[in-house]
């Protein structure tokens, strides 16, 4: 058991499916008391009534008074997993560039705006960012995707070093594929670069525990990546190189 979060009040976000479902059910069996969210209200009741827990569905951004009541009036952990794999070039229109900047960036802004007080004051608080290998590399086919994950993490960076010695804790998680239906809805692009090495929910959930009983900051589910980030930073030429490669193989499947 992970004693960090036994009892604790936690939230997941878009939690009805896929990496935050696997989450809640997670925390639920490590003995925590779960507020299971998602915009669509019949998937939250689904996933409450299987862990125990408590569905608050809605938007994401607009829900953390109603989650904080419903965890006795405090939330001791916030999981900002809701997302949307917005594909596309820089053509892609505003709207859906709009939607990746909100969904994928701006709530993550709004709940630690509106958490950050009571943690601050009592000195402790844990807040989770499913962002993706997007977010430290790139996802091809994918730049409303890839830009707003590369902001998700910049924000949850931000928010570790400026808050970590107040008792902030700050978690990122970056996997590559995972076997749910945003992958399947990344087409060609996911066949190529995601699915081969796809993973299943719960193993980003158990990377979490792990890291949160490690008390890491990154979490990588899929490790080969550390070294793809590390190759990133040594030599970006050459790896914006293997990654022009990649996509023009991508290009002659289209």
């Not at 601050?120 to 807040?127: I, K």
């Not at 804790?169 to 594929?177: D, K, L, S």
């Not at 990344?186 to 670069?193: E, W, Y």
């Amino acid at each position: 058991m992970v004693g960090a979060v036994q009892s604790a009040g936690v939230v997941v976000t878009g939690a009805g499916g896929g990496i935050g479902a696997a989450l809640a059910r997670c925390f639920a069996a490590e003995g925590a008391r779960v507020v299971v969210n998602d915009l669509d209200a019949a998937k939250a009741k689904a996933v409450a009534g299987e862990i125990g827990g408590t569905a608050v569905p809605g938007d994401a951004s607009l829900i953390i008074e109603e989650a904080r009541d419903a965890l006795g009036g405090t939330v001791d952990v916030y999981c900002a997993n809701a997302g949307v794999g917005s594909g596309g070039s820089e053509a892609a229109g505003e709207d859906v560039w709009a939607l990746a900047w909100d969904v994928n960036v701006m709530a993550h802004v709004r709940a630690a705006h509106a958490l950050l007080p009571d943690w601050l004051e009592r000195g402790s608080g844990r807040f989770v960012s499913t962002v993706s290998a997007a977010g430290l590399l790139t996802m091809i086919g994918a730049a409303p995707y890839s830009v707003t994950k590369h902001g998700a993490y910049a924000f949850a960076e931000w928010l570790s070093l400026t808050y970590r010695h107040r008792g902030v804790n700050v978690h990122a998680i970056c996997p590559q594929g995972v076997r749910t239906d945003m992958l399947a809805a990344t087409g060609s692009a996911g066949d190529l670069v995601l699915r081969p090495t796809a993973i299943e929910p719960s193993d980003v959930a158990d990377a979490l525990m792990k890291g949160i009983e490690e008390n890491r900051f990154l979490i990588l589910p899929h490790p080969e990546v550390a070294g793809y980030y590390q190759a990133r930073a040594a030599d970006p030429d050459r790896w914006m190189t293997n990654m022009n490669h990649l996509q023009q193989k991508w290009e002659t499947t289209e």
